[in-house]
């Protein structure tokens, strides 16, 4: 099972954009959801995460005030909306899911179902 991040594209500095992540094979309702990047040359950073029950959520202070998560269990989707976007946010993002907590997620431990993520370039 994994899941799928959909949504990235080439966007000018100050632009939007909405990430997905749905999963394929399974429900989303006892999963903690992180989105990830990586940038080249970077390691990979969790930059936010959301509870199992939405009652929290968290985010890394590079996109703090820019980035919301948010989730629709009818849809069982889970989105990343990126607004003031800028070039250092240039990175493919990924989700996954760990079991109703976010802990650790800024290093992505104990989260799994990596799927393929999505490319989100930031240039003018």
């Known amino acids: 099972v994994q899941l799928q991040a959909s949504g990235g594209g080439l966007v000018q500095p100050g632009g939007s954009l909405r990430l997905s992540c749905a999963p394929s094979?399974?429900?989303?309702?006892?999963?903690?959801i992180g989105w990830f990047r990586q940038a080249p040359g970077k390691p990979r950073e969790g930059i936010s995460c959301i509870t199992y029950n939405d009652d929290d959520t968290y985010y890394a202070d590079s996109v703090k005030g820019r980035f919301t998560i948010y989730r629709d269990r009818a849809k069982n989707t889970v989105y990343l909306q990126m607004n003031s976007l800028k070039p250092e946010d240039t990175a493919t993002y990924s989700c996954a899911v760990r079991l109703y907590i976010c802990a650790g997620y800024r290093w992505g431990a104990e989260f799994k179902s990596w799927g393929q993520g999505t490319q989100v370039t930031v240039s003018s």
């Open positions: 094979g399974f429900t989303l309702d006892a999963y903690a």
